[in-house]
């Protein structure tokens, strides 16, 4: 991953489940002054939207006639972008129930759904650098494959899925994320899986801070200092 230093650099963290891919983001675009963009959380919001409603993911028709109507933007909370629908953000507690974590996998494998947000993640390049930021750090699933193949930087957090059950019941969180990351890597539209030439860590027996230690040392690489 080595390359001239840049301006403005585009960093990209795939990873199933509660491998260390939000708490790493988030530290990032604090350290280096990058936008922090969480793709799972947009996929969360449409979810919700359709939850709301009534619409199945089942109902493929319905769901690509509603897809028109979400109406999306994107709001800057701090350092991180969040996504309008129809000028509503999704408050947290909705976009992290129950509900949505049983459903948001079945509506991401739809490529319509994958199609409607694959412009606007790319456009969040844009949106960060018209509010300066130094570049973007993007968290999700098919970042470094297929929103960003050219990134200048791609890694892919993974660890090991009794650790991962533990992370996220430890953050109070009922989600069955062996049947999330079974879905995400079987679905035939943009699959989770390491692309190839990624940066792949397992983060089981890593903190957060070493983790985002050796993240940190490859951007300082590629980024032009201040
Ligand atoms: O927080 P956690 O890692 O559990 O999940 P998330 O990043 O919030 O993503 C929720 C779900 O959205 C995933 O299980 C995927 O089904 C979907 N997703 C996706 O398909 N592609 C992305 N780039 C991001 C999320």
Redesign the pocket.
């Known amino acids: 991953m080595s390359g001239p230093t840049k301006d403005f650099v585009i960093v990209a963290i795939d990873?199933?489940?509660?491998?260390g891919?939000?708490t790493s983001a988030r530290a990032l675009s604090e350290r280096f002054h990058l936008l922090h963009v969480?793709?799972?959380?947009?996929?969360?919001g449409i979810t919700a939207e359709f939850l709301r409603r009534g619409v199945a993911a089942t109902d493929t028709d319905t769901v690509r006639g509603s897809l028109a109507s979400l109406a999306l933007a994107t709001r800057l909370e701090g350092r991180s972008a969040r996504m309008e629908i129809g000028g509503r953000v999704v408050p947290d507690a909705e976009i992290r129930s129950r509900e949505v974590n049983d459903r948001?996998?079945h509506f991401?494998?739809l490529p319509d759904v994958?199609n409607a947000l694959l412009a606007y993640q790319r456009g969040q390049a844009g949106v960060a650098r018209r509010h300066g930021f130094k570049g973007v750090v993007m968290?999700?699933?098919?970042?470094g494959s297929v929103?960003f193949p050219d990134a200048d930087l791609r890694f892919f957090l993974q660890a090991d899925p009794v650790e991962r059950a533990r992370r996220?019941a430890s953050e109070g969180q009922q989600?069955s994320?062996v049947e999330?990351d079974r879905?995400?890597s079987s679905r035939k539209t943009?699959p989770l899986a390491c692309p190839p030439g990624a940066v792949s860590i397992d983060t089981t027996h890593l903190t957060p801070v070493e983790v985002v230690a050796q993240l940190a040392e490859a951007i300082a690489a590629r980024l032009s200092p201040a």
């Open positions: 990873g199933g489940a509660a491998s891919k939000s969480d793709t799972g959380s947009f996929y969360r948001v996998s991401a494998a994958r968290e999700g699933r098919d970042i929103i996220r989600d994320i999330r879905l995400d943009a």
